[in-house]
């Protein structure tokens, strides 16, 4: 044969991987289903894809495996762009041995992590696998470790991004919840350590695949950090989420060209937060305000909602928001906002992305529930998270910030930046009223008019030690700004910070509170 046959051979050779078998293919579209190569052309940039390995073949016997070896070994990976940037992508073949591991499908993977890895691009996975290949035994295990292992060591040195497409079960559930970010897609994808069959032979309890690991579950313990309705704009989605993230830990984030005015007024906001503290308000119309576009993409939306995280721009620099949530539970900290929080600071810092912090918090839950399943030892690991970063940190305070919470929300005291607040703000120990209950306990039970006289001290704690400039006063707020000036001292301070440059203490790790 000739060369020109040849590369007709080799051409209709790789057609036919593409295509795949047609009564697989077919299944996979009742199940409602892309085939995975139509997914990464909906993933990437039209034409960039690369695979490598494409034709690679198991080398197992046993069961009837050396009589069905097809080409991809159920895996597809290789690189491709994301608006022009590099990523790198394995994504699951579920129309070969259903997507399942064995040990070639595992050494493609490691290689392309590898490759993610050593030129210092995000990785994204593309799961949609039935774990572990059982005819190859052991192997497979241990390919899974080899995962594990390069999901550790990559971790806040590259972005790392899990798409869910299909069931993830047993130990190929902790692939993804060693990475930054996790998808998932309602009906599509479901992720448990054990499955439907196993909790009915051991618990005798009778669940559907969904009701134990369905998309809305997760999205509500922390699992999964966004949820959709369809493929399509799951990883329209994800395309949004590289856009604002550095390929690496070593890189900023991308700068944007924006239309929207560094100093425009954010007079809307005199309305939208209402001054007496006690009333309530979305925090997600105060971030929508002062955001470019008003645009904003909003993590673990429906765990822990008392704290709001996203990523927005601010005149097209990245930044993280954390911010308190007055329409739930009044924004307070409980165990899993700390605990969403901390992830945020944590995830923000590895990857240089400024943080500015929007505190209303009237301070930590009370409550038995709380102090016997470790608010103590929780809400350290927001503390921890912030004390740790090096990235820019501004604080704002737009109304109460009391007690241990007020120190919590990236304070001065623990390394913030810069400070501001509104004229609003009452930052102390605890609010008027209680505090006026503990200091004046006596007088008020001894007054011939106890109400009264706990109304008069209530007023003299505020005037005293609860004016909006007593912070100011004492060099723990920075300044007490217009907030409709907000966005545009922002915009001017995160400037500033541009180049900040943090110290380090060599130390092997931080030995953070779990």
């Known amino acids: 044969m000739d060369m020109h046959t040849r590369v007709k051979q080799m051409q209709l050779l790789r057609e036919e991987v593409r295509a795949g078998d047609g009564r697989a293919t077919e299944a996979q579209r009742k199940r409602g289903k892309l085939t995975v190569y139509e997914r990464l052309d909906e993933l990437l940039d039209k034409g960039s894809f690369v ?122 559930a902790y692939s993804p919840a060693l990475t930054d970010f996790v998808f998932m897609v309602r009906d599509l994808s479901q992720m448990f350590i054990t499955g439907p069959d196993v909790v009915q032979a051991v618990t005798a309890e009778k669940v559907t695949h969904n009701e134990l690991g369905g998309a809305d579950v997760h999205a509500g313990n922390g699992v999964a950090t966004f949820v959709y309705d369809d493929e399509a704009t799951c990883l329209h989605d994800v395309r949004y989420l590289v856009s604002m993230l550095p390929s690496n830990n070593q890189s900023q984030p991308p700068t944007v060209q924006c239309s929207d005015p560094a100093d ?54 990245t930044v993280g928001i954390v911010a308190n949530q007055p329409r739930h539970f009044a924004g307070v900290l409980d165990i899993k906002s700390s605990e969403k929080a901390a992830r945020f600071v944590q995830t923000c810092d590895a990857f240089n992305i400024p943080i500015v912090t929007l505190v209303d918090v009237p301070g930590f839950l009370p409550g038995t529930d709380q102090e016997h399943n470790g608010i103590i030892r929780h809400g350290a690991k927001l503390l ?120 380090f203490t060599y130390a092997k790790h931080g030995n953070p509170p779990v």
């Open 264 to 317: 425009r007024t954010n007079e809307p906001l005199l309305d939208v937060v209402p001054a007496e503290s006690g009333q309530s308000y979305d925090m997600h119309d105060v971030i929508e305000e002062i955001v470019d576009d008003g645009e904003f993409l909003e993590l673990h939306d429906r765990w822990a909602p008392n704290v709001v995280t996203a990523l927005a721009r601010l005149h097209g620099t």
């Open 51 to 172: 695979e490598v390995e494409g034709l690679r073949r198991h080398r197992a016997s046993g069961f009837g495996m050396e009589r069905r070896k097809p080409s991809g070994d159920g895996v597809v990976t290789g690189w491709g762009a994301i608006e022009g940037r590099r990523v790198f992508v394995y994504a699951h073949d579920f129309r070969i041995f259903g997507g399942s591991l064995g040990e070639a499908h595992a050494q493609k993977i490691h290689k392309i992590m590898d490759m993610a890895e050593s030129t210092g691009a995000p990785l994204i996975s593309l799961n949609d696998g039935a774990g572990a290949r059982i005819q190859e035994g052991v192997t497979a295990l241990a390919g899974y470790g080899g995962i594990f292992r390069r999901n550790v060591r990559a971790s806040g040195v590259i972005p790392q991004i899990s798409v869910m497409l299909g069931p993830c079960a047993g130990g190929a």
């Open 384 to 503: 921890y998270a912030y004390c740790n970063a090096t990235v820019p940190r501004i604080q704002v305070i737009l109304r109460k910030a009391y007690g241990g919470a007020y120190i919590v929300m990236d304070s001065r005291s623990i390394g913030s930046d810069l400070s501001f607040a509104w004229p609003t703000n009452e930052i102390a120990v605890m609010g008027a009223d209680g505090a006026a209950n503990v200091i004046f306990r006596r007088e008020i039970a001894a007054s011939d008019d106890p109400e009264a006289t706990r109304v008069q001290k209530m007023n003299e704690y505020k005037e005293m030690l609860m004016h909006p400039y007593y912070a100011a006063e004492n060099g723990l707020v920075d300044d007490v700004i217009d907030p409709a000036q907000t966005r545009h001292i922002l915009v001017d301070a995160l400037e500033m910070l541009r180049n900040k440059r943090g110290s």
